[in-house]
Every structure is written in C-alpha cells, then in structure tokens.
C-alpha cells in the first residue's frame, strides 16, 4: 500500500515512525493509502532544516523570494487538476470545487509575489533635529502551520506564501484525513527553486502538534482547525511564548428579509449550505427569515431544490455534492439530523435515506441535502457546528429579533443578508458582531488582498490570515532611530523636542 509520509530538507522523509492510519477515498469507503504519524523527532528534524536556512532565506532580496513563489505560482495554475483529484480522492469534494479551493490558495501565492512591496517600511525625516527613523518588518525565524482536513491546499496556503515573502522557514503539519496535497505543495516548491528545508512537511496527529506546541525553535503558529483544538493551541502556543493565531469553528446564519428575490437567494444559499457537503468554516448552516410569510416562501423555494441535489462521488462530472470525509463523520452528522428531528424540528427534506447506487460507490460516506425548518436556538442541531449537509430554518418576527439571534450564538465566523433594503443591508454590516459579512454575497470569503478571520471563538489570536494581516502576524517591526552628530552633550532628562 502506498504510504504517504514527510517532506524535510527538500525531500521526501520517511522517519521512523512505527505509527500509520489509513486514507480514505469517501466516495467508495476504501482505504486508498495510509500516511504515517511523524514523532517529535521528526519535528525536531523539520525544525532543524528550516533554522538552518532562516538566515540565508530571510536575507534574500525580497524579491528573489517573490520570483521563486511566482514560479510555483505557475506550476499550480499548469498543474491544477493533479492537485483537484488528489483532494477528491482524500477529502471527497467534487473535482470543480477542488479546483476552486486551489485556485483559492493560488490567489495568496500571487498576493505574496509582490513581497518586495508588502515588506517596505515607513521613513521619517527629521524626527528631530538631524535626527531620522525608519522601521523595518523583520521574518520571525521558523513558523509552523497545523491545517484541518476540509481545505487540504487552501488553508495552508493562506499561510506559507505569507510567511515566505516576509522571509520565514515553515513546518507544515496537515490533516491526517487528506495529505497527499501537503507533498504537492512541497515538490512543487523545491521544483520552483525554493532553497531546501526552508519548507517542510510532518505529517501526524496530536503527538507532533504537541511537539511543535512545545519546540523553543518554533516562533510562531498558525492554526485552523475546530474551536475545543484552536483554544488548545493558542493557550499551549503563547504559554510557550509563541506567537499564535488560531482560526476555530463557526455557525453562519444568513438573514432572509421579505423583501429579498427568494428564488435569487434560495439558489445562493445552495451553494453556501450544501456546497462540500457542508464541510467548510464558511457554509451557511442556518438561514433567519424575518416576517411572516417570509419563512413559507423560501423554504418553498429551497425544498425542491434540495430535493434534486446530485450527491455522487466527486470525480463524477454531474455530482453537485460529494460524500463526508469519514465513516465517523458521517456517522455524527445522521445522528445530527436524528436529535433534530427528537428535539421538535421539522424535517422538510430528510437526507439519511440516500443510498448511492452507483456502482462501486454505495459504500460511500454519503448523506443527503437536509433541511430542518422550525429550529430554536435550544436545539443541537442550531448550537453545535454540524459540518454537514444539513441547513436550519430558525424563523424570527422582525430584524432586530435575527440580529439578537445571531448575536447571541459563540461562533461569528462569517455571515450574510439577503435584502433589496441598502438602509438595512448598511445598518447589517456596521453593527453584526461577525468577522466577515457578505450583502447578497453567502459565502464573504475575503479576497487574498484582504483578510480572513472571524470574532468571538471562531478565532483566538489578534491577526487574521493572509492580506495585510498576514504579512503583520509573520513580521515584527524594528524601529531605527539615527543622527549623526560631530559632537554630543551628556544629557540626563528624557529626550523630548522641547
Ligand atoms: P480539527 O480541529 O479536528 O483538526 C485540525 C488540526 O488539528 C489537524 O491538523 C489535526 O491533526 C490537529 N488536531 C486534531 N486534534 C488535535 C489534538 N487533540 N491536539 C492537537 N492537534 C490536534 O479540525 P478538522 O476536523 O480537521 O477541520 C474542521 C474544523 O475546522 C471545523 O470546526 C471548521 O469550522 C474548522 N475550520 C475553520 C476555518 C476558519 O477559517 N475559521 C477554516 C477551515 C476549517
């Protein structure tokens, strides 16, 4: 069986590492492969590569740096549908969201080309008397990711282009769920001219996490992942002394006004509720119409729409939505719908009897499109994150009862309004408590440029990723002050300008 294992110091490791676990392929139920479970020493291998080559790498001209991420930037764009099948075969999503997500992360790599430009400092003449300063956005040392199983390629790659433009080394550590894209990404870079050890990958479990979590060599962290683990991270990582931002869980909700284009905003919300399965930190899980009769008519539109979903393996051309990751996964989401259904939900469209008959897929991960109407904010199916293709109807009296709503669950990921009503859409975006809003947009992932990141406990930690939030997290500013005098009087006071 083919076994995925480590990139370090330019080329694929193996370790010694007496631990496996398979990979799955969710479209068919069979094991495709197994990844091993790297061990501290891996890192400490990993960690040494990447601090050997920090200063080399970090004093390169900028822009040498961004013209060997432009070349990898091109190899992704030649080799997109190697890289799109490897995460159908693992994760399960279909082909063209695959591609999607690549292309995703393909946009940070070309935000990060332009290095030369994200690093440049302030100057100021004349601070004083003769007197100049600067400051300068200086790499941290090593850096280390630690990257959940749904964006295999993206979500890693909101981070490293970053945090090699600004001159840092990287440790990747991927889910252990979906790997094979991690190596793509290492080979591809060594091909591109990226000099060795300065990007490495440990694949692992919670072993090597810890080991990372614990690693004086390591400056900093980036996490995405569920809350319980970022929490976890961001306690351990600054205890640590560590610099960590830590992207967790989240429940979006999409406010339906009786003004809006229901059939416009029924079609949006498939995408956004039902695309991947559910399985993105952006999904809509929950949908508020407000008013009366506004609950009636979009889950009218949505019904038969959820009703014809096309759940197949992702490889096939005329599947809208692929399988779960796991047996174990899908397994948690039908017994998501089952306590929904026992705690007074109503089951418009009930996804737990779809069988696959395709041949050779029916022991897929499937489940199919589920929508609940008549939610309440006690139920589990509204307060957990689900991570599946299950969408909540919770229906409210006026706006400002769907705000208090929105405002009173942990998570503020992301969020959207669907109106026709700029007064309320303005009103939505200035006042949400949620970190990304989108305005008849479902899912407001932020372009590269700008930055990623929810509030409250779907993010801990101070910066967003990539954008100019990124290029903040994996730099630290220096200050330079600077005369140069023929001659100096001692001078005992606190230096002011008089
Ligand atoms: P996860 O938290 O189970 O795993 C994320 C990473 O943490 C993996 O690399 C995993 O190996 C590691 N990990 C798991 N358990 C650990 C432990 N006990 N100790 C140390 N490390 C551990 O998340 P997942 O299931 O892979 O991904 C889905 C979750 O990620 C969802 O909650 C989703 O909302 C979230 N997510 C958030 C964003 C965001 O931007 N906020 C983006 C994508 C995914």
């Given amino acids: 069986m083919k076994t995925i294992s480590h990139y370090i110091d330019g080329k694929p490791y193996a370790g010694n590492s007496e631990r496996t676990q398979p990979v799955f392929n969710p479209a068919t139920g069979q094991v495709g492969s197994q990844v091993t479970l790297g061990t501290p020493q891996d890192i400490d291998t990993a960690v040494a590569a990447a601090k050997r080559e920090f200063p080399a790498w970090s004093k390169m001209p900028a822009l040498r740096r961004a013209r060997i991420l432009d070349k990898f930037k091109n190899i992704l764009w ?208 929950v949908i508020v119409p407000v008013g009366e009769g506004t609950g009636d008519k979009i889950v009218a539109a949505l019904k038969p729409k959820v009703e014809a979903l096309q759940v197949g393996p992702g490889l096939d051309s005329e ?36 069988k696959q008959t395709k041949q050779g ?36 009296d006026t706006f400002a009862d769907a705000v208090d709503l929105i405002h009173g669950h942990e998570y503020a990921n992301g969020t959207s309004i669907f109106t026709r009503d700029g007064e309320a859409a303005r009103n939505f975006a200035q006042n949400i408590e949620v970190g990304m809003v989108g305005i008849n947009v479902p899912i407001p992932v932020p372009m590269a440029f700008h930055s990623f990141g929810g509030w409250k406990a779907s993010i801990f930690g101070d910066h967003a990723m990539h954008g100019a939030e990124g290029v903040r997290f994996y730099t630290r500013i220096k200050t330079t002050t600077m005369r140069w005098p023929k001659t100096l009087d001692a001078e005992f006071k606190m230096p002011t300008l008089g």
């Fill in 78 to 285: 030649e080799r997109m549908d190697e890289m799109a099948e490897a995460i159908t075969l693992e994760h399960g999503k279909t082909f063209d969201d695959a591609k999607g997500e690549v292309t995703r992360g393909l946009e940070v790599v070309e935000y990060a080309t332009a290095a030369p430009t994200l690093l440049k400092g302030d100057f100021s003449e004349n601070v004083g008397s003769g007197v100049d300063s600067y400051n300068a956005r200086q790499a941290l040392g090593v850096v280390a990711g630690i990257t959940p199983f749904n964006f295999p390629a993206m979500v890693p790659m909101w981070m490293f282009p970053v945090a090699l433009a600004c001159g840092n080394t990287f440790i990747l550590k991927p889910s252990e769920r979906d790997p094979s894209a991690s190596l793509l990404m290492a080979q591809w870079l060594s091909e591109a001219g990226l000099p060795d050890g300065v990007f490495n990958v440990v694949q692992g479990d919670k072993e090597v996490v810890d080991a990372i979590l614990a690693h004086p060599d390591v400056k900093a962290i980036s996490f995405v992942g569920s809350t319980p683990i970022a929490k976890y991270i961001y306690i351990t990582g600054i205890t640590n002394g560590k610099r960590v931002q830590a992207l967790g869980g989240a429940k979006n909700h999409a406010i339906i006004m009786p003004d809006a284009d229901m059939d416009m905003a029924a079609n949006a919300i498939m995408g956004a509720a039902y695309g991947s399965a559910g399985e993105r930190c952006m999904a809509i899980s």
């Fill in 319 to 354: 599947s809208e939505m692929g399988p779960l990751v796991t047996k174990q996964h899908q397994e948690k989401v039908l017994s998501y719908i089952d306590a929904g259904e026992a705690e007074g939900a109503n089951l418009v469209v009930d996804g737990r009897g779809f």
């Fill in 361 to 396: 897929y029916e022991d897929g991960y499937y489940v199919g499109g589920t929508l609940l109407d008549n939610v309440t904010s006690d139920m589990s199916v509204y307060r957990d994150e689900i991570f599946g293709p299950v969408l909540s109807v919770v229906r409210k």
